[in-house]
């Protein structure tokens, strides 16, 4: 089931188990007339070979096979990434699922219900032998919705990886595609932004080692901490870190200790009113009681001002009297008292992004 790498021997929807021909998709019939080459093709004497996970006994197999690879305590995680076939994995055949095949515990031609069944019941049943496991999941649950992530930990984003393409192939750009996407994941899909996983970096399936297409132009803290504003879980689409430069590794070394020593705060978020545009300054709140971290991001050429107020309804935050609020990053001797419930404005520079501390002070 699980397919990354596009060498894997599975690509193309190749068998698991070649000596159980009743588990392979459309067992018994033929697929449909549209359905895609490899499922019309014989391999091994099976005609299509892709496994259909609405087949009880095959998904048994499978889940003994996984936990007995997990008892081996040499994996901290588990992530599946496909389609519901064993196939290569992408959204056109991810859903509707549409396995002919009777010999399933599914009717044919209709196997939808009972593959997001038995994948949800795969994932409980990871998370029950191992609750500390690290569970990420790629297709098909990413395509699915909230309703089959519940013992997940993190979520892949969809398409995310041509970020860079699409928004110019600079860090500025970028990052505000991140957080624009991921507002879109949380405010429209309805993900929680913990279980978001934002991916940074261009994207190099084609030549893994090459460095030719790493970004320059500066604001490399800008993509990091558009992608930390937006989830406490990272997912960096880097090559070796041979040729990267020395400082950009150093600077990417920073912010991630930085992300691990305020994660708490990090898994906390609520989104101030702007999305990122030029023109407008957009942030996220992260407060936990009367303490927390506010990101304020300036897409524009010129400086800009930047506001919230100091309630609970804008920003998360429970106190009474007087906050303080100072610039932790860039780091700069500046700080105000305010009362609860007044609003705050900042000024943020031309093309950059500010980290403010809140605390309360007696």
Not at 69 to 79: F, I, K, L, Q, T
Not at 294 to 323: D, M, Y
Request: glycine share 10%; net charge negative.
């Amino acid at each position: 089931m699980v397919v990354i790498d596009q060498h894997q021997p599975w690509v193309g929807g190749k068998p698991f188990r070649a000596d159980q021909p009743d588990w392979v998709l459309d067992a018994g019939t033929s697929p449909p007339s549209a359905a895609p080459e490899w499922r019309k093709t014989t391999t091994g004497g099976l005609r299509g070979g892709g496994n259909c996970l609405g087949n009880r006994a095959f998904v048994d197999w499978l889940e003994r096979i996984n936990l007995d690879g997990m008892a081996s305590g040499r994996y901290p995680a588990w992530v599946i990434d496909g389609d519901f076939f064993g196939g290569g994995g992408w959204f056109t055949t991810t859903v509707p699922v549409d396995c002919q095949s009777d010999k399933h515990d599914h009717l044919p031609g209709d196997s939808n219900y009972a593959c997001q069944r038995a994948l949800v019941r795969l994932v409980e049943s990871v998370r029950k032998h191992y609750p500390n496991a690290y569970i990420a999941m790629c297709r098909p649950a990413m395509d699915l919705g909230v309703w089959t992530l519940k013992n997940t930990d993190v979520c892949f984003s969809a398409l995310e990886w041509t970020v860079f393409d699409k928004a110019g192939g600079t860090n500025l750009t970028a990052g505000d595609e991140i957080r624009t996407r991921s507002r879109t994941r949380v405010q429209r899909e309805f993900l929680p932004h913990y279980l978001d996983w934002p991916i940074l970096f261009p994207n190099r399936l084609d030549n893994p080692q090459s460095v030719s297409n790493w970004p320059t132009g500066g604001h490399l803290d800008y993509i990091l901490l558009s992608a930390l504003s937006s989830s406490p879980n990272q997912f960096y689409n880097i090559p070796t870190k041979h040729g990267i430069p020395d400082a950009d590794q150093a600077e990417i070394r920073k912010w991630l200790d930085w992300g691990r020593k305020n994660i708490e705060y990090l898994k906390a978020r609520k989104d101030l009113p702007d999305w990122p545009a030029a023109g407008r300054v957009d942030g996220s709140a992260h407060v936990i009681g009367n303490r927390g971290l506010v990101f304020l991001f300036n897409p524009s050429k010129t400086a800009l001002e930047g506001q919230f107020a100091l309630t609970e309804e804008s920003i998360g935050l429970k106190a009474t009297g007087n906050v303080q609020v100072s610039q932790e990053y860039p780091a700069m001797n500046r700080s105000i008292v305010a009362a609860f419930g007044q609003t705050v404005r900042w000024e943020v520079p031309a093309e950059s992004v500010v980290i403010l501390d809140l605390q309360t002070v007696h």
